[in-house]
């Protein structure tokens, strides 16, 4: 399995028109395109101006045709008149030579994950309601510890997760220009379910189950945070991001 995910900032106000194209227009046609199995639109918690596009599909091929296609293309356009106005601008040489302030138009981001297969769990069964929630976390592993991070995922990890109220799905993947990071995400049926997960301590403790595979850099940060009591802040820290979907559908 193959996972894409299509990051922009909107404007928020604008939310509900982005969900009824979404909707309307890019499910339908992403149930017709060979090997999307699932789709959905998704407003991060924290960032309400960013929102995700993500979606599943049954190998790397049939992602990568669609982003090259002219269907792709097209339903991005769909979505542009909706996505935020940059905030960042650029000098410029004008034709009079004299120098101009202009906006530099922020492109969505795209970035692609293969499922590790042994990891592809479906908790969730089809006659469940619809999912409301996404956690993922992104942890950077250590060189050489990503084969042990993935057995200790499938074998500890996975088990405690299909017993937690309210994990419906959970899967890990790989990424595919940095081999060293890694994303668990799972799907919830209401935010609470994914916070009493977060805050009871299962969370923490599964977390220590594999913190010994993370990167050298993190490892670092550990050690000083002990020695000093203080909260240490690094460029690989452990990310966790939380979605409401906005809406979705499965293929399968």
Same mark, same amino acid.
């Given at each position: 399995?193959? %996972?894409?995910? #299509?990051?922009?900032?909107?404007?928020?106000?604008?939310?509900?028109?982005?969900?009824?194209?979404?909707?309307?227009?890019?499910?339908?046609?992403?149930?017709?395109?060979?090997?999307? $199995?699932?789709?959905? $639109?998704? @407003?991060?918690?924290? @960032?309400?101006?960013?929102?995700?596009? %993500?979606? !599943? #599909?049954?190998?790397?091929?049939?992602?990568?045709?669609?982003?090259?296609?002219? !269907?792709?293309?097209? $339903?991005?356009?769909?979505?542009?008149?909706? !996505?935020?106005?940059?905030?960042?601008?650029?000098?410029?040489?004008?034709?009079? !030579?004299?120098?101009?302030?202009?906006?530099?138009?922020?492109?969505?981001?795209?970035?692609?994950?293969?499922? *590790?297969?042994?990891?592809?769990?479906?908790?969730? *069964?089809?006659?469940?309601? @619809?999912?409301?929630?996404?956690?993922?976390?992104?942890?950077?592993?250590?060189?050489?510890?990503?084969?042990?991070?993935?057995?200790?995922?499938?074998?500890?990890?996975?088990?405690?997760?299909?017993?937690?109220?309210?994990?419906?799905?959970?899967? $890990?993947?790989?990424?595919?220009?940095?081999?060293?990071?890694?994303?668990?995400?799972?799907? #919830?049926?209401?935010?609470?379910?994914?916070?009493?997960?977060?805050?009871?301590?299962?969370?923490?403790?599964?977390?220590?189950?594999?913190?010994?595979?993370?990167?050298?850099?993190? @490892? #670092?940060? %550990?050690?000083?945070?002990?020695?000093?009591?203080?909260?240490?802040?690094?460029?690989?820290?452990?990310?966790?991001?939380?979605?409401?979907?906005?809406?979705?559908?499965?293929?399968?």
């Amino acid at each position: 399995m193959y %996972m894409r995910v #299509w990051q922009a900032r909107v404007k928020p106000e604008r939310l509900p028109e982005i969900r009824q194209v979404y909707e309307e227009k890019v499910i339908p046609s992403l149930q017709n395109v060979s090997g999307c $199995l699932f789709a959905s $639109l998704m @407003q991060s918690e924290g @960032q309400p101006d960013e929102c995700v596009s %993500m979606t !599943l #599909w049954d190998g790397q091929a049939h992602a990568e045709a669609y982003a090259r296609s002219d !269907l792709f293309r097209s $339903l991005v356009d769909e979505l542009r008149p909706f !996505l935020a106005d940059s905030t960042e601008w650029k000098i410029q040489l004008s034709k009079e !030579l004299t120098l101009e302030y202009g906006p530099v138009q922020e492109e969505p981001t795209v970035k692609s994950y293969s499922v *590790a297969e042994p990891t592809a769990e479906k908790i969730m *069964a089809r006659e469940q309601p @619809q999912l409301m929630y996404v956690r993922v976390v992104s942890p950077k592993i250590r060189p050489g510890m990503m084969d042990e991070f993935k057995r200790i995922y499938a074998d500890e990890i996975l088990p405690v997760l299909r017993e937690v109220r309210g994990c419906r799905y959970a899967y $890990l993947t790989e990424g595919t220009k940095d081999k060293n990071e890694v994303i668990s995400v799972t799907i #919830w049926d209401s935010q609470k379910d994914a916070e009493d997960y977060e805050t009871g301590g299962i969370f923490d403790l599964l977390k220590e189950k594999v913190r010994h595979t993370f990167s050298e850099l993190y @490892q #670092w940060k %550990m050690k000083l945070e002990k020695e000093s009591g203080k909260p240490v802040v690094t460029s690989e820290d452990m990310m966790v991001k939380h979605y409401n979907v906005v809406t979705g559908k499965s293929f399968t």
